[in-house]
């Protein structure tokens, strides 16, 4: 499910700890594999988008029609500027070579009745040009879900969020539009960012979430401080050698830092404790106790190899 809503000036705070709750009470659903939220990009208005992943229609629905969410909705009905807007996309496929800079559109279509045929060949046609789009990544359609979704919604990818304003931009796409209103009635645009940060992509068919925060933090420290101890003492001493400047030094550490766990060290803690990050996998508190046990284990490890180390 994709839900889109405004969130009035100066209540953003507010906002992302009502949404935090939402997403906790979610989480306690059966069927729940993942939420994730994307703050608004530029030019949106303040319009902020959650995605909410269920491992069947069944599960989704039970969550829809709960009390617990109706009660949330309740609390957070002055944060907005309007009612929300969503989509809920049944099936669907993971983004392939997915980056930072992918950014997703997802477009909603209310199809004249008797006219389905048509709105599908006329996407074919749009899927054609979209081809021919610079930095085009690929299309999924989504049919109606009985009951839940009434329109017809399409999800495409851009590599970058320059080449996807180009397209929606672009005369190619005002032609098409014209040429398909006798096909729907209206259709509505929201943007969203790619489905992960550059820190937590998972293989393809993992990717039901980002880890939670508390996991995500216990990750990057298990990376970051053998990053820091290493770099402080090769790095490091030989500018200090050199009587490098405190700041510059500084700065060429962390760029040294940042530059490994981005490209080396947290793909490999990401593939090295999938079973504990992927929300999908780690299900039981099991799991997620013993994966923290394991992380700790590790700090503990670092402190007295680096102990023995610099004394």
Same mark, same amino acid.
């Not at 070579?97 to 909603?108: D, G, K, L, M």
């Not at 899927?127 to 690929?138: N, T, W």
């Not at 509505?188 to 993992?206: E, I, L, Y």
């Given at each position: ?13 507010? #906002? *992302? ?7 906790? /009470? /979610? ?10 939220? #994307?703050?608004?990009?530029?030019? $949106? ?22 009390? @617990?969410?109706?009660?949330?909705? $309740? ?10 807007? *969503? ?7 993971? &983004?392939?070579? /997915? ?21 599908? @060949? ?7 040009? *979209? ?10 359609? !989504? ?5 839940? *979704? ?30 398909? @209103?006798?096909? !729907? ?20 068919? /993992? ?15 298990? $990376? ?5 101890? %290493? ?12 009587? %490098? ?14 530059? &490994? ?18 929300? &999908? ?8 106790? &013993?994966?923290?046990?394991? %992380? ?16």
């Amino acid at each position: 499910m994709v839900t889109s809503q405004k969130v009035r000036a100066g209540r953003v705070d507010e #906002y *992302q700890r009502w949404q935090a709750r939402t997403n906790e /009470a /979610a989480r306690e659903f059966e069927g729940f594999e993942g939420a994730e939220v #994307y703050p608004p990009g530029a030019g $949106a208005e303040n319009e902020w988008v959650a995605v909410f992943r269920f491992s069947g229609i069944g599960h989704l629905t039970a969550w829809l029609a709960s009390d @617990r969410r109706r009660e949330l909705l $309740a609390e957070g009905q002055g944060l907005f500027e309007g009612p929300p807007t *969503q989509e809920v996309l049944q099936g669907g496929a993971p &983004a392939e070579q /997915a980056t930072p800079e992918t950014v997703t559109a997802v477009i909603s279509h209310v199809v004249k009745p008797g006219r389905e045929e048509d709105f599908l @060949r006329w996407q074919e046609k749009v899927l054609k040009a *979209q081809e021919a789009s610079p930095g085009f990544m690929g299309s999924e359609m !989504f049919k109606p879900v009985e009951g839940v *979704q009434e329109r017809w919604v399409v999800v495409f990818r851009f590599d970058s969020s320059e080449h996807l304003e180009s397209w929606l931009g672009s005369d190619v796409r005002a032609r098409l539009l014209e040429a398909g @209103r006798d096909c !729907f009635t209206s259709y509505d645009v929201r943007k969203v960012g790619s489905a992960f940060s550059g820190w937590f992509r998972f293989d393809k068919g /993992a990717q039901d979430g980002a880890p939670p925060n508390w996991k995500q933090a216990m990750s990057v420290i298990l $990376a970051l401080y053998p990053t820091v101890m %290493v770099l402080n003492l090769t790095v490091g001493s030989e500018l200090d050698s050199l009587d %490098v400047p405190g700041h510059i030094a500084l700065f060429i550490g962390n760029v040294l830092s940042v530059s &490994a766990l981005t490209w080396l060290l947290m793909p490999l803690v990401n593939k090295v404790f999938a079973f504990w990050l992927v929300p &999908a996998r780690a299900r039981s508190r099991r799991v997620h106790a &013993a994966g923290a046990a394991v %992380v700790m284990l590790c700090y503990l490890l670092f402190i007295v190899i680096f102990g023995l180390t610099t004394h």
